[in-house]
């Protein structure tokens, strides 16, 4: 089971209103390589790891993600934080804001729902782990992308911050990816 | 205490070899110095001398913490983040005797250092629990920016 722990995974202290940013953010909190998405693959994939390997390293790296998915939540809270109506608008956000107000949904930079289509779970484990290897590039990908858009050193700390991750998390699975075919899968 | 001399307080650090190599995955014949310090290691949100790679030059951002609870929040974030990722590996390579060393110290600390909080300031987590009120819905909750000191 869960249990919460009363901090952030790193923290997130922004000062300044950001509205686009915050638009771009949406993408690493519901888009198709997002944190949400990461977390909830792995999650899923655990229960078909053979060994002791697999199952522990998915469900640690599975926790550990729904951890950034609450940083991003919360730079998208901080950065959006008091802004009005005409901000809002102004910056590309009316149409979120005509069904979530300030609240915090989580969809992609364009605002379209996330889905579970994003990942597969095939119950093979090389399949699923090779899976795992080209999501945690591409949120590295996504998060150099994000990191050119940022201005504010506030916003730019805690990404890079995650794009490391992204690459420990690759390493880990590269891995646990040779593990397996070494073990004949 | 850690933060006394500004210790999180570092500017953007210029690019030091930074390079598109193969980590090396092999962790046998470990030497103590694989890993940086908890602090440099939660900075740069990696523990692994040989896995670290910046992007473009850009290291890290300064952390400012602004009063000693928030000083004390991030020693435990530190801790927290370094059993995490020495949890990862260790999935992996459990049999790395002085990995776990270093894993088991790590989580003494960070245990030892949430107890000063939540006798200071309150429960981080709902088992730390004591006192003579009920204290775990009180803000300021992580996500916090005002109403809540801007703790985390």
């Known amino acids: 089971m ?4 009363k901090t952030l995974n790193y923290p997130v202290n922004i000062k300044k209103r950001d509205l686009k940013m915050a638009k771009y953010l949406h993408t690493q909190f519901g888009g198709s390589n997002s944190e949400l998405a990461a977390a909830l693959r792995y999650f899923s994939q655990k229960f078909s790891m ?12 599975a926790t550990e993600e729904l951890g950034h998915v609450e940083m991003i939540a919360t730079m998208i809270k901080q950065l959006t934080e008091g802004a009005s109506v005409e901000e809002m608008k102004a910056a590309g956000l009316g149409d979120m804001y005509s069904e979530h107000g300030l609240g915090v949904y989580p969809s992609n930079a364009s605002g379209v729902p996330y889905t579970t289509a994003y990942f597969a779970v095939t119950g093979d484990p090389i399949a699923d782990i090779s899976e795992d290897m080209a999501a945690e590039q591409k949120a590295r990908a996504v998060y150099e992308n994000l990191i050119e858009l940022a201005t504010d050193e506030d916003v730019i700390g805690p990404l890079l911050f995650l794009r490391q991750r992204e690459i420990i998390h690759f390493n880990r699975f590269k891995e646990l990816y040779k593990h397996y075919k070494k073990r004949g899968y | 205490m850690l933060f006394e001399n500004n210790d999180y307080d570092f ?6 070899g930074f390079s598109f190599s193969e980590p090396e995955q092999n962790y046998f014949g470990f030497q103590d110095d694989a890993l940086v310090n908890s602090k440099e290691g939660f900075l740069r949100g990696n523990m692994w001398k040989n896995e670290y790679e910046p992007y473009k030059g850009m290291t890290y951002m300064p952390l400012r913490p602004t009063c000693e609870r928030e ?3 991030y020693q435990i974030m530190e ?12 999935d ?9 060393e270093k894993f088991k110290q790590y989580t003494k600390e960070c245990i030892e250092l949430k107890d000063q909080y939540a006798k200071q300031y309150g429960p981080l987590s709902l088992d730390q629990t004591s006192g003579g009120s009920y204290e775990w819905m009180k803000n300021p909750w992580p996500w916090d920016k005002s109403g809540g000191s801007m703790y985390v």
Not at chain 1, 50 to 61: A, M, Q, R, T, Y
Not at chain 2, 11 to 16: C, F, K, N, P, R
């Open chain 2, 71 to 73: 000083a004390l929040l």
């Open chain 2, 92 to 100: 992996l390579h459990p049999e790395d005797q002085k990995i776990y």
């Open chain 2, 11 to 16: 500017d953007v650090l210029s690019l030091a």
């Open chain 1, 50 to 61: 053979p060994d002791e390997k697999g199952k522990s390293l998915l469900n640690d790296i």
């Open chain 1, 2 to 5: 869960f249990k919460y722990m």
């Open chain 2, 79 to 90: 801790k927290d983040f370094a059993v995490n990722d020495l949890n990862l590996y260790l």
